[in-house]
């Protein structure tokens, strides 16, 4: 019994250090703004979610539109071997918008986010159909137009070795997902945004979500308009 008794003691201790690391590990992490970053409640949500729905309250929220990107009927890949052909991808628009949270009256505590809409057109009105929309913390803006900016000066060409079928350059992050993807001699752009059943990417291929597929050389502007998004977030920050 004693023994039981000290095996349980040890176990409760080491459950407290573990327990005290990591709240001590947490409060490390800061936002862009210097005040500690609050952990995600779940895996399904940005930093910006989490705040407005834990720590924003009573909260104004603000949505700016930056910019709008049209997106021309595209023949999607083949995916040869590996999938079943695909249609053409419809043509629809990009929205690009910035959102912003804070307390009522505590604006030095304000939160900001990149949403990224995707519209495709649903008949011969020009009505547009939401295909879905991801979010993007306000970290990771900045480096979304970098990997881009790679992107257009290094697309994927034509390997040498035949049996290669794919080459998928992306760049993920929170509910977003941009890239390009080789099949034979053919490259395309693409926008991907995470489903609701599905919160992250994990290790889907292209052809597993929806997708707005683009010419490749509308890289860079998608490149802009993330630019655009991350030039507002830095002056907000800079008032």
């Known amino acids: 019994m004693q023994r ?8 409760s201790s080491l459950a407290r250090v573990v327990f005290i690391a990591l709240v001590c590990g947490q409060s490390n992490v800061v936002n862009a703004d210097g005040s500690p970053a609050l952990a ?21 929220r603000e949505i700016y539109s930056i910019a709008t990107m049209p997106t ?37 505590r304000q939160h ?55 080459v998928d350059t992306e760049f993920h992050a929170d509910s977003v997902r941009m890239g390009t993807v080789r099949t034979g001699n053919d490259v395309l752009a693409y926008v991907q945004v995470a489903p609701a059943d599905l919160p992250r990417f994990a290790l889907k291929q292209v052809w597993e979500l929806p997708t707005m597929y ?15 998004v991350n030039a507002k977030i830095r002056a907000i920050r800079g008032r």
């Open 214 to 228: 683009l010419p490749s050389n509308d890289i860079p502007t998608l490149e802009h308009a993330v630019m655009q």
């Open 72 to 108: 021309p009927s595209t023949k999607a890949p083949a995916f040869s071997g590996l999938a079943p052909v695909s249609p053409a991808s419809r043509a629809g628009e990009l929205h690009f918008e910035l959102l912003r949270a804070y307390p009522v009256g505590v604006e030095s």
């Open 4 to 11: 039981l008794k000290a095996v349980l003691y040890r176990t």
């Open 112 to 166: 900001l986010a990149m949403r990224i809409s995707l519209w495709v057109s649903a008949g011969s009105e020009g009505a547009l159909y939401p295909l879905g929309a991801g979010l993007l913390d306000e970290d990771e803006v900045a480096a979304l137009a970098a990997a881009l900016s790679q992107m257009s000066k290094s697309m994927p060409v034509r390997a040498d070795d035949s049996s290669i079928r794919l």
């Open 40 to 60: 995600p409640t779940s895996e399904t949500l940005t930093h910006f979610e989490s705040f407005v729905l834990t720590d924003c309250t009573p909260c104004v």
